[in-house]
């Protein structure tokens, strides 16, 4: 089948076309915008919406024990890291891990990450969670007592280059932290947990 239609030129709208070898292609104007609607022509001031990669920095802070822990207490309930993929069911990178602990605990943690709600484990009570929902865990991220950085009364660790693919039920990840060691705290609002996520 032929891939050229003949158009006989006569009188009427002028086509604009781009001659190539003897054929002629039609140049076509581009508009964008959803089925049925129109945001109008592509132009430096209203471009072609794409989507990159692109990603979003998650910062939760769970409500945590004022006071000690026993070595393997759940460190407070919990959390809702919203929009960690980018559609429901979506796939992404977690790069990066950063704890800010305004006590200087400098508590050895594991990060539990689930693609759905899970029955959390009580704060301060052993960190427990049931076989079925263990097969929804993405990957445990540590923390060491050595990714700390201390100023005069607070500290910040980071755990860099993470490299977790994970995939979301919806759009959501769900974590609970897990402590190492028997850290103290000062505060219920001592810590708080930042992921930076690389969408796929």
């Not at 990178?93 to 009580?122: P, Y």
Request: aromatic content about 6%; overall charge negative; charged content about 15%.
């Amino acid at each position: 089948m032929a891939d050229n239609i003949a158009i006989t030129a006569g009188t009427g709208t002028t086509v604009a076309t781009d001659d190539i070898g003897g054929v002629h292609f039609e140049r076509v104007k581009l508009i964008h915008g959803a089925d049925g609607t129109n945001d109008g022509d592509v132009a430096t001031t209203n471009p072609l919406p794409v989507a990159g990669p692109g990603g979003i920095i998650i910062a939760v802070a769970p409500t945590v024990t004022a006071g000690a822990y026993s070595a393997k207490d759940a460190v407070g309930g919990e959390m809702t890291f919203a929009n960690a993929v980018r559609a429901s069911a979506g796939t992404a990178i977690l790069n990066t891990v950063t704890i800010v602990d305004k006590s200087q605990a400098a508590a050895g943690l594991e990060l539990w990450l689930f693609h759905t709600t899970i029955t959390e484990a009580a704060d301060n009570a052993a960190f427990d969670i049931s076989d079925a929902e263990l097969a929804t865990c993405v990957g445990v991220v540590p923390i060491s007592t050595a990714d700390y950085y201390q100023i005069a009364d607070n500290e910040v660790a980071c755990v860099r280059g993470v490299g977790l693919e994970f995939k979301c039920a919806a759009t959501s990840l769900f974590g609970q932290l897990k402590c190492v060691g028997t850290p103290t705290f000062a505060s219920t609002s001592d810590l708080t947990v930042v992921l930076a996520i690389e969408y796929l």
